[in-house]
Nanobody, 123 residues
């Protein structure tokens, strides 16, 4: 079955950096688009960034220029490099496998969210 394990979160001061990892199994990773989501307390889960199987990337405006999504197909792993972090970036970060429809990333139907990894940005 599909399993996605997020790691790399932690506590960081504003302006700092973190690198998140998502290790995937149970999918043909090399042909899967991947996305990073986040959910802050009391708020809806939102898409942060996505990457196609061929490596093209998409970012939401609120992280553009600060975050970088990448993938290593040999390791079945997706990364999210987060720089110049802000307190409003505080959330639990999740990854998901999906596809692009009309240019937009969509998680696979029936996707079950894992535990995610906590990112806390605070002085």
């Amino acid at each position: 079955q599909v399993q996605l394990v997020e790691s790399g979160g932690g506590l960081v001061q504003p302006g700092g950096s973190l690198r998140l990892s998502c290790a995937a199994s149970g999918i043909i990773f090399s042909i899967s688009a991947m996305g990073w989501y986040r959910q802050a307390p009391g708020k809806q889960r939102e898409l942060v960034a996505s990457i196609a199987s061929g490596g093209s990337t998409n970012y939401q405006d609120f992280v553009k220029g600060r975050f970088t999504i990448s993938r290593d197909n040999a390791k079945n792993t997706v990364y999210l490099q987060m720089n110049r972090l802000k307190p409003e970036d505080t959330a639990v970060y999740y990854c998901a496998a999906g596809q692009y429809y009309s240019g937009s990333f969509r998680q696979h139907p029936g996707h079950v969210w894992g535990q995610g990894t906590q990112v806390t940005v605070s002085s």
